[in-house]
Antibody, heavy 119, light 107 residues
Framework: EVHLLESGGDLVQPGGSLRLSCAASGFTFSNYAMTWVRQAPGKGLEWVST????????YYADSVKGRFTISRDNSKNTLSLQMNSLRAEDTAEYYC????????????WGQGTLVTVSS | EIVLTQSPGTLSLSPGERATLSCRASQSVSSNLVWYQQKPGQAPRLLIYDASNRATGIPGRFSGSGSGTDFTLTISSLEPEDFAVYYCQQRSNWPLTFGQGTKVEIK
């Protein structure tokens, strides 16, 4: 059974940094692209970043480009999101999700981890 | 960036009724359109991919149609568990984008 478990969400001050992790199990992790999608409180879904199975291709939303870095450790079945220069508008539930095939249809999602950016 | 516009914002229906949700893209996405369902406090759930293919385990009452710029998600007969928010997502171009969602609520 596929399982994705996010961690690392916290309350952080504007300008601060945070690293999110997503532990994956139940599938061959290196065979699938992975993504981060966020959802601000009471709002809709926003795509954040995607990484290929081998980790050699990455994609970012303009809103996070240059501030966030997606990475993966296929030996540990772990996806990460390094978040720097955090802003109030980054406050959201962050979900990791597994691509069904290719890069951009997501068939399994974690339960999310909450990031709050506030002074 | 491709903008997806979902309508209506809220759909008030009774169990057993038919639900028709629309998603319109600002430019053609071919058949590269995905539908998700999200219930309060839960992660999104994949329903339909490539405009009309049901994901594994999705009941037959859910169907998707359309291509180009106009897409429809139909729930043929609403079950109590179908009251939720539905999002479309295009996977034609980066950045990936979602519609703003349609809430299907109990009338």
């Amino acid at each position: 059974e596929v399982h994705l478990l996010e961690s690392g969400g916290d309350l952080v001050q504007p300008g601060g940094s945070l690293r999110l992790s997503c532990a994956a199990s139940g599938f061959t992790f290196s065979n699938y692209a992975m993504t981060w999608v966020r959802q601000a409180p009471g709002k809709g879904l926003e795509w954040v970043s995607t990484i290929s199975g081998r980790g050699d291709r990455t994609y970012y939303a303009d809103s996070v480009k240059g501030r966030f870095t997606i990475s993966r450790d296929n030996s540990k079945n772990t996806l990460s999101l390094q978040m720097n220069s955090l802003r109030a508008e980054d406050t959201a539930e962050y979900y990791c999700a597994k691509a069904r095939s290719g890069f951009s249809t997501y068939d399994y999602w974690g339960q999310g981890t909450l990031v709050t950016v506030s002074s | 960036e491709i903008v997806l516009t979902q309508s209506p914002g809220t759909l008030s229906l009774s169990p057993g009724e038919r639900a028709t949700l629309s998603c319109r893209a600002s430019q053609s996405v071919s058949s590269n359109l995905v539908w998700y369902q999200q219930k309060p406090g839960q992660a999104p759930r994949l329903l339909i991919y490539d405009a009309s293919n049901r994901a594994t385990g999705i009941p037959g009452r859910f169907s998707g149609s359309g291509s180009g710029t106009d897409f429809t998600l139909t729930i043929s007969s609403l079950e109590p568990e179908d009251f939720a928010v539905y999002y479309c997502q295009q996977r034609s171009n980066w950045p990936l984008t979602f519609g703003q969602g349609t809430k299907v609520e109990i009338k």
